[in-house]
């Protein structure tokens, strides 16, 4: 077989068997691979929102796992894993805080930009084209499993919550992000995000598959987790920073533990 041939057959292979793989998701996102590290590319808003979703992870790690918080690496030896890591924008920081970085995403064009992206940061993260259904039939465990803007893409919620939750290790914290199912969300994340803010392409998001938080708590428990906290996030057009809110109407975040 031609190395093109098997570059195709690794392509089909990558999510065939995952019920959660939406493939018309994977295209979108895989067209603007290259864009993932340009902060006014395509992936401006996730560049923008990078710095609350890490300080969110680092302060909950810190507290859940007893580390001490004025270090710079206090996620020295724990496993990581970033589920649909994209470029990513969010496993190169979790290595340099000291975690050993695992980030998996069912585009091999993302992929490929992530590990060229790591290889230019002298970075050794362990990347790999795959789903969290396909890792989880490995029998894999992490400390820290990260699902962040992940679970509006999926095709079956239900299916990627219980593989995510299957590759949390006894004792593990899972960190989501996600958008809430509310008139205002449309507004903010649809309408002004995509239509006048042109932050986004046209169709980056379907209302219908937001979750609200107590859907999304739901699907915790009934694949074994507890979801322990909920945090909105807020955008200031004034200072064009975003930050932690008591608002969940519209991007909002939350952890839950496996026990």
Partial sequence: MSAHGERKARKAKVGAASPSVDGAEIARFSALADEWWDPLGKFRPLHRINPVRLAYVRERAVAHFGRAAKTLRPLAGLRVLDIGCGGGLLAEPMARLGGRVTGIDASEPNIAVARTHADESKLAIDYR????????EQGLHFDIVLNMEVVEHVADVRSFLKASV???????MMVLATINRTPQSFALAIVAAEYLLGWLPRGTHDWRKFLRPSEL??????????????????????TERFALADDLSANYMALAVRG
């Fill in 129 to 136: 084209a795959a789903t969290a259904e396909e890792l989880a």
């Fill in 166 to 172: 299957a590759l949390l290790a006894p004792g593990g």
């Fill in 217 to 238: 708590a739901a699907h915790l428990r009934a694949c074994g987790a507890e979801l322990t906290e909920l945090k909105g996030v807020r955008y200031s057009l004034l």
